[in-house]
């Protein structure tokens, strides 16, 4: 099996830029290669392309890490001040600003993380000593290239963000991914939350939306659901509501956290499971052990009269959730069709949803949102994942 080979983070590219500008300015000289030591000790060897007034760019390489700033310029100007003092930094042209507290970089700040500064700074001192400094970043194009991240959930708005904590990108893209989801359920639990939703994707967001209104706090999880239950619980959450596709969703009712399919199945088995529980002739269930797709075996269950089969897959779900959060939180199940209706709920489905939404009081003075137990009220219409 081929090695993936290791990337440069951008707060290494900046670390680089900046020693190269400094070095450019006390000795009247832009040198080709600069080294950079990173904070697990690997040192790096990075090129230099020299720009205009004593900036100095550095060509993003992810390695093999499927990173949208591969390949892309970080360039970085140092403006070295006469008297002593601190070093600053400011973002330029490409580079985010972070809006919302609960994250490293506080509101009105620029998104340009500790560690790439510490980096930065540690490398600058070695070349001006004492003397105080202005270090301005850019990345062009990073204000489109930062709509591809997380950075618009996280409130880090107009580019990118500065990253990086050891220095180096590990080709591992699910790794990268568990990082940005901790990122973001570590803002929300900082602002005080202590009640989720959690969704599979953009579609079972936008839908849960449409049925029921605004939530507290939304975060995509993928497919990482036990992970993010986990580490959500020991956050101090203890209201989660976990809301998708049934077809994504069933897998969790036989135990699996992980719903990658190159990490498990068992979607047709478990529906297969439920129907024979519920007395369904055998004829039938050979005939959804046959399906290839789960929305095949969901339309043939609807035609057979077994749709009441999805509310114990979605309770079961709900028992291995709560499991998984070590009975430390109430987890609750919701389950969309593939037209992005409601097609069944845990029994404590409604209970955790209150908790979630953002109160909407009717003149009554009670709540006026649609019960997720009565998939009658569902929307008409709504997006296939």
């Not at 953009?202 to 049925?211: C, P, V, W």
């Not at 992980?258 to 129907?275: A, F, K, Y």
Request: with cysteine; glycine share 10%.
């Amino acid at each position: 099996m081929k090695k993936l080979r290791e990337g440069v983070s951008t707060g290494s590219c900046m670390t680089g830029g900046a020693a190269a500008s400094a070095i450019w300015q006390t000795t009247g000289r832009c040198p080709d290669m600069v080294e950079v030591e990173t904070p697990i000790g690997k040192t790096l060897y990075l090129e230099v392309i020299p720009r205009e007034n004593r900036a100095c760019g550095i060509i993003k390489d992810a390695g093999d890490d499927p990173d949208v700033t591969h390949g892309s310029e970080v360039i970085t100007q140092v403006e070295i001040l006469d008297e002593n003092g601190p070093i600053s930094f400011i973002g330029g042209k490409g580079i985010g600003r972070v809006t919302q507290e609960g994250l490293k970089i506080p509101p009105g700040d620029w998104a340009i993380n500790p560690v790439p500064r510490q980096m930065t700074e540690k490398a600058l001192r070695r070349i001006i000593g004492d003397k105080a400094a202005v270090v301005t970043v850019s990345i062009p194009g990073g204000e489109e290239l930062a709509r591809k991240t997380f950075n618009p959930r996280l409130g880090i708005l107009g580019g990118l963000s500065v990253l990086g904590t050891t220095g180096i990108v590990r080709p591992m893209s699910e790794e990268a991914m568990k990082d940005s989801l901790l990122a973001e359920l570590d803002m929300y639990a900082n602002q005080g939350f202590r009640e989720i939703l959690f969704v599979l994707g953009t579609t079972g967001e936008n839908a849960l939306k449409a049925m029921y209104g605004d939530f507290k706090c939304i975060l995509q999880v993928s497919n990482y659901i036990g992970f993010m239950i986990e580490e959500a619980v020991e956050r101090g959450f203890t209201g989660i509501l976990i809301g998708g596709f049934a077809g994504k969703l069933v897998k969790v009712a036989s135990g699996t956290m992980n719903t990658h399919s190159h990490v498990s199945d068992g979607r047709i088995e478990t529906i297969c499971t439920h129907l024979a529980l519920k007395g369904a002739p055998t004829e039938l269930i050979r005939r959804v052990y046959d399906c290839f797709t789960t929305k095949s075996a969901m339309e043939l269950v609807k035609k057979e009269g077994y749709e009441r089969i999805w509310t114990d897959i979605a309770q079961k779900a709900s028992v291995y959730c709560i499991k998984t959060a070590h009975e430390m939180a109430e987890v609750g199940i919701i389950l969309l069709d593939a037209d992005q209706k409601l097609l069944a709920a845990s029994e404590n489905a409604d209970r955790v949803l209150a908790r979630v939404l953002v109160p909407m009081p009717c003149a009554d003075g009670a709540d006026g949102r649609k019960n997720p137990q009565d998939p009658a009220e569902d929307p008409e219409k709504g997006e296939n994942p």
